[in-house]
T-cell receptor, first 113, second 113 residues
Framework: AQSVTQPDIHITVSEGASLELRCNYS??????LFWYVQSPGQGLQLLLK??????LVQGIKGFEAEFKRSQSSFNLRKPSVHWSDAAEYFC???????????FGAGTRLFVKA | DSGVTQTPKHLITATGQRVTLRCSPR?????VYWYQQSLDQGLQFLIQ???????AKGNILERFSAQQFPDLHSELNLSSLELGDSALYFC????????????FGQGTRLTVV
């Protein structure tokens, strides 16, 4: 069955520290992978996506993610977190056969001064 | 601003009632997707329309229906409402039928009392 697991419900990091949010997926075919961010009271904004090619993808706001097929993972990273990065982050997997994208449960990021 | 407009932003209604949520996609986008976000179920894909036709169906209840009109706006109709239908309902749009990059609206928060 297709699924997305985000093992960490919430994470707290200090401002300026590095960040890694974990995502593991189970998908029968070659997955299309996404990371979205949701600020309070807002919709989801696409940070980055992976379809094929270079397994290290760059996104907006200084985020990057690395696709590791052998580990079925697509972890999101940022070298230095800003207070404005506090939000909920969703990993998602899908394909182009229709947007039956499956979302993970989300990881809420808290940033402390 | 994603360019996707959802109305109303908030809706409070009683059990057994029927409501209609409206979505205007980004200019030029042909695909519209509906999602339900609740605390217990997370973000669930409901249905997708592409250029007026239903393209993909997810976990949409029979009490719910949607349509996409010739001007590409979409409506999600929820009937015989139950307390458990209280959630945030998101609309997203994309230019293609595969949802390779979807843009989310800010959502409609539905409260059933």
């Amino acid at each position: 069955a297709q699924s997305v697991t985000q093992p960490d419900i919430h994470i707290t990091v200090s401002e300026g520290a590095s960040l890694e949010l974990r995502c593991n997926y189970s998908y029968g075919a070659t997955p299309y992978l996404f990371w979205y961010v949701q600020s309070p009271g807002q919709g989801l904004q696409l940070l980055l996506k992976y379809f094929s090619g270079d397994t290290l993808v760059q996104g907006i706001k200084g985020f990057e993610a690395e696709f590791k097929r052998s580990q079925s993972s697509f972890n999101l990273r940022k070298p230095s977190v800003h207070w404005s990065d506090a939000a909920e982050y969703f990993c998602a997997v899908g394909n182009t056969g229709g947007f039956k994208t499956i979302f993970g449960a989300g990881t809420r990021l808290f940033v402390k001064a | 601003d994603s360019g996707v407009t959802q109305t109303p932003k908030h809706l409070i209604t009683a059990t057994g009632q029927r409501v209609t949520l409206r979505c205007s996609p980004r200019s030029g986008d042909l695909s519209v997707y509906w999602y339900q976000q609740s605390l217990d179920q997370g973000l669930q894909f409901l249905i997708q329309y592409y250029n007026g036709e239903e393209r993909a169906k997810g976990n949409i209840l029979e009490r719910f229906s949607a349509q996409q009109f010739p001007d590409l706006h979409s409506e999600l109709n929820l009937s015989s409402l139950e307390l458990g239908d209280s959630a945030l309902y998101f609309c997203a749009s994309s230019a293609d039928r595969g949802g390779t990059e979807a843009f989310f609206g800010q959502g409609t928060r539905l409260t059933v009392v």
